[in-house]
């Protein structure tokens, strides 16, 4: 290593420096260790605009006043707020059962309560009897005989709700003429009294409509002539006797023949007014008389 030359002045100067390095090197290191000491009477650090205190006596530390709300306040202890954190609580997953499914609830069955049923109040007028109580279907108009009790003037004859004009005969009797219409077919009527704004009735009677009577025969065939005296030719469905009869006669002590043609043959009850058609049938047992030659007719003339 070569020597430095004091008496060169650059180098002079660079030895000085080197020294004075190293000097501000020791006091640095030894400030970091070791400190250079400190006054034993410290400052204590107030609020900035509050004086500070001065002792009496030098020689005794003056002792600090203790802190005030205000002081308190001033050194920003009120903007100091708990922190809440909040923190999410998250349930654990149930575990899905794959064996579960929904079952419906069971429909409640619901009680029927039957009321109890309310007494009919007693009809204020009494109907006993009807005369005639039973007639034929499909007859004519005829007149309906009613007797009871407390019959007034201001009550009618009812039948299937159809009101009749009726006529008073009495406190226990009225009348009406019944119209063909309403017995045109078998079955029962109701017949009632009633004023005409419904407050007076009386309890219902039934009045039968029964069917009338049919002749017992078949149309089977017809003899016709020039003439045009026709004869039909019938057969008693009781006892398959055939039977001729032409326009007038009676069949049965019943039954007159009023028409006779090649589809039909048209009787009237004697007794009842009532007309029956019967219809060309093949049910003989002779079979149809049309398919045999018609008999010849005595009253006709041969011709030469």
């Known amino acids: 290593m070569q020597a430095s030359d004091i ?5 002079r100067n660079k030895l000085i420096m080197a020294a004075a390095l190293g000097l501000v090197a020791i006091l640095f290191l ?3 260790f070791f400190g250079f000491g400190s006054s034993p009477n410290q400052s204590v650090a107030r609020p900035a605009g509050q004086p500070t205190p001065t002792a009496v006596n030098r020689g005794v530390p003056a002792k600090s006043a203790p802190q005030s709300i205000v002081d308190l306040n001033n050194a920003g202890l009120v903007d100091l707020t708990p922190v ?3 923190q999410a609580v998250s349930a654990p997953e149930a575990g899905r059962n794959i064996f579960a499914y929904y079952e419906p609830p069971k429909p409640v069955e619901k009680i029927s309560v039957t009321p109890t049923p309310t007494p009919t109040p007693t009809p204020p007028v009494l109907l006993a009897s009807l005369s005639p109580s039973s007639v034929f279907a499909k007859t004519s108009d005829f007149t309906l005989e009613v007797s009871g009790d407390k019959i007034t003037p201001q009550l009618r004859v009812v039948v299937d709700n159809n009101e009749l004009p009726t006529r008073y005969i009495g406190p226990q009797q009225l009348s009406a003429t019944v119209p063909a219409a309403l017995i045109a077919n078998p079955g029962a009527r109701s017949v009632m ?3 005409t704004d419904g407050k007076i009735y009386s309890n219902t009677s039934t009045l039968s409509v029964n069917e009338a009577p049919k002749p017992n025969y078949n149309y089977i065939g017809i003899i ?3 003439r045009y005296i026709d004869t039909a030719i019938l057969q008693d469905k009781s006892n398959k006797e055939i039977v001729n009869a032409q326009r007038g006669d009676l069949l049965g002590g019943r039954f007159r023949v009023t028409s006779i ?11 009842l ?5 019967l219809g060309m049938t093949t049910q003989g047992d002779r079979g149809n008389p049309l398919q045999r030659p018609t008999p010849k007719v005595d009253s006709e003339d041969d011709e030469p």
């Not at 043609?261 to 007794?271: A, F, G, H, L, T």
């Not at 007014?273 to 058609?277: E, L, S």
């Open 261 to 271: 043609s090649e589809k039909e043959v048209v009787v009237i009850d004697s007794n």
């Open 224 to 226: 016709g002539t020039r």
């Open 273 to 277: 007014k009532i007309k029956h058609t």
């Open 7 to 11: 008496r060169n002045p650059s180098e």
């Open 84 to 86: 809440v954190v909040l």
């Open 30 to 32: 030894w400030w970091t």
């Open 193 to 195: 009294l009633r004023s």
